[in-house]
T-cell receptor, first 113, second 116 residues
Framework: GENVEQHPSTLSVQEGDSAVIKCTYS??????FPWYKQELGKRPQLIID?????GEKKDQRIAVTLNKTAKHFSLHITETQPEDSAVYFC????????????FGTGTQLKVEL | GAVVSQHPSWVICKSGTSVKIECRSL??????MFWYRQFPKQSLMLMAT?????????EQGVEKDKFLINHASLTLSTLTVTSAHPEDSSFYIC????????????FGNGTRLTVT
């Protein structure tokens, strides 16, 4: 089955700096890669996603890049703000196989003032 | 947008009792729903895939007789934790796939289960 690795496990940045979280996946058939933000005790919130036919996608301060050859994808957050502090999870799935998401291990992002 | 209602949001039960958690898609049909378990400071681990009108598919290491899943309609899946033990205490989250948009997964708010 799919295996998703995520790094780093914790990330501390100063407000206004950029944050980058990286994930690798094992199943070359995976074609959908969402990123979730989860605050303590709450459900994961989809913040951005990318499909395998696209190499990069941007939404305001958030961007995701995908390298299919290397089987890795990254989340980039620019101009970080304290409210960006949360746990971020990457995930991967093959949408033709039932959408069974495999999550990465998570990154605790802390944005310091 | 699509809404998934999960109930209850938290529950405390005694060891040996059973607890049922409901997951409802409110404004879309979901032939497939997923149940995840999340321990503190850990990732979401898929427990099982719930398919409307058929048996659930369980992930390796998940006891199907302990975690009973029923998906009797296109908008409702239930997870019953039977003979609960303290080690079953966790955050359980369901997600539902929109039957008309296979790329969309929508999460419930989760259920915090504490077994005493």
């Amino acid at each position: 089955g799919e295996n998703v690795e995520q790094h780093p496990s914790t990330l501390s940045v100063q407000e206004g700096d950029s944050a980058v979280i990286k994930c690798t996946y094992s199943d070359s058939a995976s074609n959908y890669f969402p990123w979730y933000k989860q605050e303590l005790g709450k459900r994961p919130q989809l913040i951005i996603d990318i499909r395998s036919n696209v190499g990069e996608k941007k939404d305001q301060r958030i961007a995701v890049t995908l390298n299919k050859t290397a089987k890795h994808f990254s989340l980039h957050i620019t101009e970080t703000q304290p409210e960006d502090s949360a746990v971020y999870f990457c995930a991967a799935t093959f949408t033709g196989g039932g959408n069974k998401l495999t999550f990465g291990t998570g990154t605790q992002l802390k944005v310091e003032l | 947008g699509a809404v998934v209602s999960q109930h209850p949001s938290w529950v405390i039960c005694k060891s040996g009792t059973s607890v049922k958690i409901e997951c409802r898609s409110l404004d879309f049909q979901a032939t497939t729903m997923f149940w995840y378990r999340q321990f503190p400071k850990q990732s979401l681990m898929l427990m099982a895939t719930s398919n409307e009108g058929s048996k659930a598919t369980y992930e390796q290491g998940v006891e199907k007789d302990k975690f009973l899943i029923n998906h009797a309609s296109l908008t409702l899946s239930t997870l019953t934790v039977t003979s609960a033990h303290p080690e079953d205490s966790s955050f359980y989250i369901c997600s539902a796939r929109d039957s008309l948009d296979s790329g969309s997964l929508h999460f419930g708010n989760g259920t915090r289960l504490t077994v005493t």
